[in-house]
């Protein structure tokens, strides 16, 4: 994300994961939008919409280790 304030976000996302991200927040009724300069635009109201997108980002991005690791850490908590 560009800045760390709530609000809109543009996101760097490689262009062969975009569209599945996008659709993913659609989903999750987090209004979002495609550009033809290949960045999508996330609106964040509030810390579940930030918490959503992050973890949206990390499923379809991270590496399978990754979320691995980060499913074990959770259940240690």
């Known amino acids: 994300m560009t800045n760390n304030t709530l609000g809109d976000q543009v996101l760097q996302i490689p262009l062969s ?3 599945r991200i996008y659709h993913r927040l659609q989903e ?3 209004p ?4 033809p300069d290949g960045s999508l635009r ?9 918490i959503l997108v992050r973890s949206t980002i ?9 979320l691995v690791n980060w499913l074990e850490h959770c259940w240690d908590l």
Not at 32 to 35: A, K, L, N, P, T
Not at 43 to 48: E, F, I, K, R, Y
Not at 58 to 63: E, V
């Open 28 to 30: 999750l009724m987090i």
């Open 32 to 35: 979002c939008s495609c550009h």
């Open 58 to 66: 990390m499923q379809c991005l991270a590496p399978r280790q990754e």
């Open 42 to 50: 996330v609106q964040v109201n509030s810390l579940l919409a930030a």
């Open 17 to 19: 994961d975009r569209w």
